[in-house]
């Protein structure tokens, strides 16, 4: 599944990420279109076109649109993965192989030199962690490392999924 997350949730786009969920955020469309904000049916049309799933807050554009958009209603980030987890059946265990970059979404590669990422990370990330991985998007290049940040989140999603 591809989604497409409107403006109003970026949280939930930086976690579908990191998840390995192919997630465009809705601000990201906005030089795409030369418009700010891009407007409903402008994201509408992207999503069709690209075979994504909108996820919005916003009722007017699911209520219009209810065969390709997931409203999510109430408030957290564990509250709309719970839901996402529930009624469509998204699988939130973490697989670093298969997370996508939470700033650009391009896939991410294993580093095979640790010393070619050490001027991106903190000294204590480098001397701490062995395996880390990187955006492949040159213009991005920002690096990921399985560190205590994730198995707290995996905690926390542990809890709301039970």
């Given at each position: 599944?591809?989604?497409?997350?409107?403006?109003?949730?970026?949280?939930?786009?930086?976690?579908?990420?990191?998840?390995?969920?192919?997630?465009?955020?809705a601000n990201?469309?906005?030089?795409?279109?030369?418009?700010?904000?891009?407007?409903?049916?402008?994201?509408?049309?992207?999503?069709n076109k690209?075979?994504?799933?909108?996820?919005?807050?916003?009722?007017?554009?699911?209520?219009?649109?209810?065969?390709?958009?997931?409203?999510?209603?109430?408030?957290?980030?564990?509250?709309?993965?719970?839901?996402?987890?529930?009624?469509?059946?998204?699988?939130?265990?973490?697989?670093?192989?298969?997370?996508?970059?939470?700033?650009?979404?391009?896939?991410?590669?294993?580093?095979?030199?640790?010393?070619?990422?050490?001027?991106?990370?903190?000294?204590?990330?480098?001397?701490?962690?062995?395996?880390?991985?990187?955006?492949?998007?040159?213009?991005?290049?920002?690096?990921?490392?399985?560190?205590?940040?994730?198995?707290?989140?995996?905690?926390?999603?542990?809890?709301?999924?039970?």
């Amino acid at each position: 599944m591809k989604f497409l997350v409107d403006a109003m949730l970026g949280k939930l786009t930086r976690f579908l990420r990191i998840f390995g969920y192919d997630t465009i955020y809705a601000n990201e469309l906005i030089d795409y279109f030369k418009i700010d904000p891009v407007p409903d049916e402008k994201l509408v049309d992207f999503a069709n076109k690209n075979n994504r799933i909108i996820i919005t807050k916003d009722y007017p554009l699911y209520n219009q649109n209810k065969d390709n958009v997931i409203f999510l209603s109430g408030e957290g980030i564990y509250n709309y993965l719970h839901y996402l987890n529930k009624e469509i059946g998204l699988n939130f265990k973490f697989n670093i192989k298969k997370a996508r970059c939470s700033v650009c979404n391009s896939p991410l590669k294993r580093v095979v030199s640790k010393s070619s990422i050490k001027d991106y990370v903190l000294q204590d990330t480098y001397n701490n962690y062995n395996e880390f991985y990187q955006c492949s998007n040159l213009q991005c290049k920002k690096v990921y490392w399985q560190g205590s940040h994730i198995e707290d989140i995996e905690e926390k999603l542990d809890r709301f999924l039970e």
